[in-house]
């Protein structure tokens, strides 16, 4: 639904505040009613529409007022977005240092391999 309703807040409105609904956009939405299981309701409340204005536009497709899109071998679906999958921690390779150089101006600073980052940190602080 955040996806419809960000999709919405871009829509085009008039002077009143109302949404300009777009010919092509008014004959999707009404092809989506007419699709095996739709609802009115459910179309409209997916696009924040009252369901009368749905009704409308369904009467002005019958009336030849608005062509709706071929729907020939045409279905939808409900769009299910998935839980992101978390990230997979690759274990680092081995580390075959002996030393840590820590340089800054013309001072080098040598450390075991196996200093602590938090040493290794406060010395460069200290630089």
Do not use: H
């Not at 409340?45 to 497709?61: C, E, F, N, Q, T």
């Amino acid at each position: 639904m955040e996806a419809t309703n960000e999709f919405l807040a871009r829509m085009p409105r008039s002077s009143d505040g109302k949404r300009r609904w777009p010919l092509e956009l008014k004959a999707r939405i009404v092809a989506e009613t007419l699709v095996e299981g739709a609802t009115v309701n459910g179309v409209a409340k997916r696009y924040g529409l009252i369901p009368s204005s749905v009704s409308d536009w369904r009467r002005m497709a019958r009336m030849g007022k608005l062509v709706l899109p071929n729907l020939d071998g045409m279905e939808f679906v409900p769009v299910q977005i998935a839980e992101p999958k978390p990230l997979e921690v690759v274990p680092a390779p081995p580390n075959n240092l002996t030393s840590v150089e820590l340089l800054k101006g013309g001072v080098t600073i040598r450390l075991a391999a196996d200093t602590p980052a938090t040493r290794i940190a406060e010395i460069v602080t200290a630089l």
